[in-house]
């Protein structure tokens, strides 16, 4: 079983739609878990973090975490395209020693 | 504040030769990562230096690959007898601690011709 799992898309949704990405993880004990942006040519950027069961609102993004089912998901409200980018999930492994990355799913919001 | 800043962003260079590349992180972070993407591929995780001690060392690809940091501040990533697999951005990272969030660098993209 892979650490973390990602659909690698390309996922296409129309402008002003909701985009829904999701990430499934196989350590349990697993903490601090991040969602990135990485546009095509750039280095990664943090979108947001979360750590605790639940949702976590910022803007148009919403991380939401269930640690009992092993998953954590990002909904992006109102995509625009400048949405479009590679979305990584990421978290720390139990043994709390590096951070353990997705694949990426790739977005593309079209006009 | 100043991000973490990488040099050089370019380098090309011909296969044999010996690179090093630079990492800037922020000030006062303590931790500090190496990753490689090559194109159109995730993240390949490198090394982790905590302070100046590196406890995992564990993705360096091959003994041509070292790294080391100085002074809790500046690392160098030394690639010796570059071969064409290793073409890839070269990407940094630092953390205010082990466990923080990653904050990444623009990256240095190196070819070997």
């Known amino acids: 079983q892979k650490e973390v799992e990602q659909n690698s898309g390309p996922l296409s949704v129309p402008e002003g739609a909701i985009a829904s990405l999701n990430c499934t993880y196989s350590d349990r004990g697993s903490q601090s878990f991040f969602w990135y942006r990485q546009y095509s040519g750039k280095s990664p950027e943090l979108i947001m973090s979360i750590y605790s069961n639940g949702d976590k609102e910022d803007g148009r993004f919403t991380a939401q975490l269930n640690k009992a089912s092993q998953y954590v998901s990002l909904l992006i409200r109102d995509s625009q395209p400048s949405d479009s980018a590679t979305y990584l999930c990421?978290?720390?492994?139990?043994?709390?020693?590096?951070?353990?990355w997705g694949l990426g799913t790739s977005l593309a919001v079209n006009p | 504040g100043a991000g973490v800043s990488q040099s050089p962003s370019n380098k090309v260079t011909e296969k044999g030769k010996d690179v090093e590349l630079r990492c800037d992180p922020i000030?006062?972070?303590?931790?500090l990562y190496w990753y490689r993407q090559s194109l159109g591929q995730g993240l390949e995780f490198l090394i982790y230096f905590q302070g100046n001690s590196a406890p995992d060392k564990s993705g360096l690809p091959s003994d041509r690959f070292s790294a080391e940091r100085t002074g809790g501040s500046v690392s160098t990533l030394t690639i010796q007898r570059t071969q064409q697999e290793d073409s890839a951005v070269y990407l940094c990272?630092?953390?205010?601690?082990?466990?923080?969030?990653?904050?990444f660098g623009p990256g240095t993209r190196l070819t070997v011709l």
């Open positions: 000030s006062g972070h303590t931790a």
């Open positions: 990421a978290f720390y492994a139990g043994n709390n020693r590096k951070l353990i």
């Open positions: 990272a630092s953390s205010a601690n082990r466990l923080d969030t990653q904050y």
